[in-house]
């Protein structure tokens, strides 16, 4: 009655908000088995496949007709997201600018960022993913606003060293105002 888990290769370690299914084989099936699944001491589960959402051992125990138990297991590892970062505007920059100028932002995370992801806005969808960097990002007056001032909104967010990305930070904006003429 011997259960072999299967799961994507690697897959057992993922980001908060991923899943793993588990799934099993038995190599000489019987109609009578019945599955229970446990993380740790606890049932969870009844049946197969089971969908995994947070970090554990695992275990699958197969039943058969006669009483006979066998067990397979696997341990699953969920990587905590970065916290939300903060943005804002770096010293000496606002957010109110002409078409020929630029403004800077700043951001900071609580947690050790591998890289900062900076996206352009089409509020509230990050829609233009514009720079993978450092914890600022510049950006110059919008070309639109020879017409009139033009709002823009960014958002940034972490991606660790483990390959998670944390919430999207609150937006930011930018108006560009258009530049005197001569």
């Given at each position: ?37 446990y993380r740790g001491v606890d049932s969870v589960f009844n049946s197969k ?26 341990n699953v590892t969920v990587y905590t997201l970065p916290r939300k970062p ?97």
């Amino acid at each position: 009655v011997q259960p072999i888990l299967t799961y994507p290769a690697g897959k057992n370690i993922f980001c908060d908000g991923d899943s793993v299914i588990l799934n099993s084989v038995v190599p000489q099936p019987d109609p009578g088995v019945v599955f229970k699944w446990y993380r740790g001491v606890d049932s969870v589960f009844n049946s197969k496949p089971y969908t995994v959402k947070s970090s554990g051992l695992y275990s699958l125990v197969a039943i058969n007709s006669n009483g006979c138990k066998d067990t397979a297991q696997v341990n699953v590892t969920v990587y905590t997201l970065p916290r939300k970062p903060t943005i804002s505007y770096a010293a000496g920059f606002s957010g109110n600018i002409c078409a020929i100028d630029s403004t800077r932002f700043s951001s900071f995370s609580p947690d050790a960022a591998f890289r900062y992801v900076w996206y352009k806005v089409a509020n509230p969808v990050p829609t233009q993913l514009l720079l993978t960097s450092t914890n600022t990002y510049t950006t110059f007056g919008s070309p639109s606003a020879i017409f009139g001032a033009v709002t823009e909104y960014y958002r940034v967010r972490i991606l660790d060293a483990r390959g998670c990305y944390s919430v999207f930070s609150d937006s930011i904006s930018v108006i560009t105002r258009p530049s005197p003429t001569s």
